[in-house]
């Protein structure tokens, strides 16, 4: 189109469904430019300055504010304005330019991130909520699980709500049915007695329906029908996700796990726009319908936030080369959410600054903590986001960016909640994910089981063979655990812990300190040679042989 066009931010059309993207349409309001533009504007004005050989000048740096609604979805820079690489300057003052553009450039890119990190069109309303939970339980075919039942999966979704604060559930209500997916989810009778109940219900504002997810179309019809709110699974969760989120890559891995809904509140919207109007319309010419417009920047914000998740990784793959150089070997603390992740590395590393919390998905990072085990070993125990049942399949592949750590491990522990009623359908959810994450085969043959919570149950013996029962809030069984978990990173990664006798006189003692990881020196005056207990790799035990044929070693 002819002009510049700018954009509205989310807005709730008459039927008062959830916000879709901004108008096009609507022009926007004196004083809502956005940061990025502010700055790609100075840039262009400063390469015409430069053209017309006017000095440069520097702006004071933007103040910070906060975003407007305008700038929570923007359309993206067009080519040739700022951001696809760095222009060299002339003259002596080269150097000095191209110090300054590479300043502005950062400026841009976090101005970016900000708008991607704004408030999000889909953020529930804060405040109270008093909701009811309405939970289909199927009767029969492969929807049924037959390792749950529907009164654990309705304690399930108790919990998610009571994780939110200032939420309460009024009523819990199991209704048969015999195909969740069909527009009214229940069936004609059973759908009339549950509206009933609905009604009935004093001061309700939303319903939690315990599926996956609820079709724009079916979402509408049950509103119209109870005249409250209608959240599913992956609106609650992706709701919890928001209000634990403290780093900007899981708020970003949020965003794009919002992409999906904000693409079906667009095809209702579109739906509802082509019965009010009579079909889609061109936008001021531009040759685009509002669909494909929005379609558009839907896809433009999609490969923001995959380019700006791609740069995080990209730094903590270069954390990662670190760590390997330092020989750190790396252990992932998997398992269900909730299950005592962080009050076992909290148990394992003794680190204070860790506070375990009693709730669902209250780690969202990927975090490491150093700790060490029986031989002084030093190692790196890494927490990770936990797994729920029925995880809407978008959100894992959102935060596969951070999953992905999990394949670069030496180990993984699964922490198991034995005491859940549901600890067998939640270890096959965790083995599913970890399938489905492509790790090396390796990695999931040498599983670590760990049966945590024991001291709740009076002398618990695993049936499963080679778990480990523990109390991670106790201490119960850390010390066999720590045991385990060197004799499996020794395997993994070819370390060898050994003790050498060696000449004080000798260049051993400096080469061993060099090349591996040196526990314990006794030294023996008498006869000037120390016993050295060390852990080393493979390849460094097969140099000090050739290097050392005379020395002796001994099997610690």
């Known amino acids: 189109m002819g002009g510049r066009r700018r954009f509205r931010g989310g807005r709730k059309d008459a039927a008062g469904d959830s916000p879709c993207l901004p108008c096009p349409e609507e022009p926007m309001g004196p004083g809502s430019l956005s940061r990025s533009l502010l700055l790609r504007c100075r840039r262009a004005a400063a390469a015409a300055a430069a053209a017309l050989g006017a000095p440069r000048w520097r702006c004071r740096p933007l103040p910070a504010r906060p975003l407007s609604a305008a700038a929570r979805l923007r359309a993206p820079r067009p080519p040739g304005t700022g951001g696809g690489g760095r222009r060299k300057g002339a003259g002596g003052a080269g150097g000095h330019e191209e110090e300054e553009e590479e300043e502005e450039e950062e400026e841009e890119d976090e101005a970016e991130l900000e708008e991607l990190l704004g408030p999000s069109p889909l953020a529930l309303e804060p405040g109270a909520q008093r909701v009811a939970i309405v939970h289909p339980a199927v009767k029969w075919g492969p929807r049924k699980s037959p390792l749950t039942t529907a009164e654990l999966q309705i304690a399930e979704a108790v919990a998610l709500v009571d994780t939110l604060q200032?939420?309460?559930?009024?009523?819990?209500?199991?209704?048969?049915?015999?195909?969740?997916?069909?527009?009214?989810?229940?069936?004609?009778?059973?759908?009339?007695?549950?509206?009933?109940?609905?009604k009935k219900l004093p001061h309700l504002t939303a319903v939690f329906l315990n599926v996956e997810r609820v079709s724009s179309l079916t979402k509408k019809e049950l509103e119209g029908a109870w005249g409250v709110k209608v959240f599913d699974r992956y609106t609650i969760v992706l709701h919890i996700f928001r209000c634990n989120a403290r780093t900007k890559e899981a708020k970003l891995q949020i965003a794009l796990a919002e992409i999906p809904l904000l693409r079906s509140n667009l095809k209702n919207e579109v739906s509802q726009r082509d019965q009010q109007r009579g079909g889609s319309r061109y936008i001021m010419g531009s040759g685009e319908t509002f669909l494909e417009t929005q379609n558009r920047i839907l896809k433009e914000r999609e490969l923001k936030i995959r380019n700006a998740l791609e740069k995080l990784r990209r730094r903590r793959s270069l954390l990662r080369t670190h760590r390997r150089k330092r020989e750190f070997p790396m252990i992932s603390i998997m398992g269900y959410t909730n299950c005592g992740k962080t009050t076992l590395i909290k148990a394992l590393t003794g680190e204070a600054g860790l506070q375990p919390?009693?709730?669902?998905?209250?780690?969202?990072?990927?975090?490491?903590?150093?700790?060490?085990?029986?031989?002084?070993?030093?190692?790196?125990?890494?927490?990770?986001?936990?797994?729920?049942?029925?995880?809407?399949?978008?959100?894992?592949?959102?935060?596969?960016?951070?999953?992905?750590?999990v394949a670069y491990t030496d180990l993984i522990v699964h922490v198991r909640d034995i005491t859940h009623p549901e600890t067998i359908l939640q270890k096959a959810t965790v083995l599913s994910v970890l399938k489905n994450l492509n790790l090396p085969s390796h990695l999931l043959d040498s599983i670590v089981e760990v049966h945590n919570k024991v001291d709740l149950i009076e002398r618990y013996k695993p049936t499963e063979e080679n778990a480990l029962a523990i109390s991670a809030l106790h201490g119960h069984g850390l010390e066999e655990l720590k045991q385990e978990i060197e004799k499996k990173i020794l395997t993994a990664t070819g370390k060898k812990i050994l003790t050498i006798n060696v000449n004080l006189e000798g260049p051993q003692l400096s080469w061993l300190y060099k090349e591996a990881t040196v526990q314990e020196v006794e030294v023996m005056p008498e006869d000037g040679t120390a016993r050295v207990k060390v852990i080393i790799n493979s390849s460094a035990f097969g140099r000090y042989k050739n290097l050392f044929p005379n020395s002796k070693i001994f099997m610690s």
């Open 166 to 198: 200032n939420w309460t559930v009024l009523d819990k209500i199991i209704i048969p049915t015999k195909n969740p997916d069909k527009k009214f989810v229940f069936g004609k009778g059973n759908f009339q007695v549950l509206t009933e109940k609905i």
């Open 357 to 405: 919390r009693d709730q669902l998905f209250a780690t969202l990072d990927v975090t490491a903590h150093a700790g060490y085990l029986p031989s002084h070993m030093a190692v790196i125990y890494v927490d990770t986001i936990g797994f729920l049942t029925d995880l809407p399949h978008n959100l894992v592949e959102s935060f596969s960016a951070t999953l992905e750590e």
